[in-house]
Structures are given as C-alpha cells and as structure tokens.
C-alpha cells in the first residue's frame, strides 16, 4: 500500500526461528535463508533504498521479545516493525508449564505497540499459526485461537498491517516441517502474503 511504505524504510523484522531462519548472528545484516529474505529481495527490487533488518531468535516468546526489546527493537531505529511470535508462548504454556499466558501475551504485545507507535513507528503483525501433523498439535488449537484473536485485537488497536498466516498455511500440504517451522514452500507463502498485504 502506497500510504504504509514509501520506498526508503528500515524495516526490522523481530520474532522467534521462523523469522530467524538461517539468520547468521556473526554479521548484522544477515537476513537468513527463509521469509525475511524473500521479503527483503522483492522489496529491495522495487524499493532500492530499502534496509530490511532479522533480528527473530529461535525459541522465543513474546517475554523474550520484550525483554531484548530495547537492544534488538528500539535501538536500530526502525521506520516499520514486523512481528510474529506466539507459538513458542504456546508450547511452554501447554507442555512445559511456562510462558506467557494468552492474557499475558496479549498484555506484552500491547506494551511493546504502544512505545512503537508512540515513537512514530508503522506496525506488521503476523499471525501466529500451527499446522497440525497427523494429529499432534490438534490440542494445541484453542491456545493458539486465543493468541491469534489478540494479534487481531491489537492490529485494530493500533492500526497496524495484518498479515494473515494461519489459514494460509492450513490451506497447503506441505507447509511446514513439524506443524511450525516451514519449508521452502511455507516461507514463500509466508512472504507472499507479506508482500501482498503491504503492497
């Protein structure tokens, strides 16, 4: 959309091993091997003064997400930040008995947007999603419906970009290695839908 990117952003992407995804932590501009570089190299195509930034940590929740918030957030002085976590939160909830919560979750985003857009900064999010595989992960539903309604709240709230994600990879075979981490074709729907809602 013409109104949300004008052509010379740096745009951070930040969130867990979907978005890091090869992401070399030895160089600071490396994008990785998944979504955020197909994102990156189309954009990069249309926009030439674009700087698209990976700072997704593999393992993540949304607690983790706050805690780096300054260092790997704030301090690189984004124009557009994109965010997608959530899933993580749902394993330690469900199976380890940690993590935040989907209230919690909910409250941590929230805190996260308001400095963001009170410091002028455009906002992604992208749904978090699971594809379950032969039955595993069916249980981890209801969980994730509530994260993934709060992303939808706080969208709102914040009149953020909302990128679809969990139909998206539910409507494909093939998405996804273990139900979480996509595949080549995963990444690539993942970024195709970025990319289609932005522009």
């Given at each position: 959309m013409a109104s949300f990117l004008t052509g010379n952003e740096r745009i951070l992407f930040f969130g867990d091993s979907i978005t890091e995804t090869g992401r070399?932590?030895?160089?600071?501009?490396?994008?990785?091997?998944?979504?955020?570089?197909?994102?990156?190299?189309?954009?990069?195509?249309?926009?030439?003064?674009?700087?698209?930034?990976?700072?997704?940590?593999?393992?993540?929740?949304?607690?983790?997400?706050?805690?780096?918030?300054?260092?790997?957030?704030?301090?690189?002085?984004?124009?557009?930040?994109?965010?997608?976590?959530?899933?993580?939160?749902?394993?330690?909830?469900?199976?380890?008995?940690?993590?935040?919560?989907?209230?919690?979750?909910?409250?941590?985003?929230?805190?996260?947007?308001?400095?963001?857009?009170?410091?002028?900064?455009?906002?992604?999010?992208?749904?978090?999603?699971?594809?379950?595989?032969?039955?595993?992960l069916e249980a981890w539903r209801p969980d994730l419906e509530a994260r993934i309604a709060a992303v939808h709240r706080l969208a709102a709230k914040y009149h953020a970009v909302l990128v679809p994600t969990d139909a998206v990879m539910n409507a494909h075979p093939n998405t996804t290695e273990d139900g979480v981490h996509p595949t080549p074709l995963g990444h690539q729907l993942l970024a195709q839908n970025w990319l289609t809602t932005l522009l």
């Open positions: 070399g932590w030895y160089d600071d501009a490396e994008l990785g091997d998944g979504y955020v570089a197909l994102v990156a190299a189309a954009l990069t195509e249309r926009f030439p003064d674009v700087v698209c930034l990976n700072r997704g940590v593999s393992g993540d929740g949304v607690f983790d997400l706050a805690r780096r918030f300054e260092r790997d957030c704030l301090a690189l002085t984004p124009d557009v930040v994109s965010i997608m976590v959530g899933v993580n939160d749902v394993w330690l909830s469900l199976e380890l008995g940690g993590g935040a919560t989907p209230a919690r979750y909910e409250v941590e985003l929230d805190t996260m947007l308001r400095r963001l857009t009170a410091k002028g900064v455009r906002v992604v999010l992208l749904e978090p999603y699971l594809v379950p595989v032969d039955g595993y």
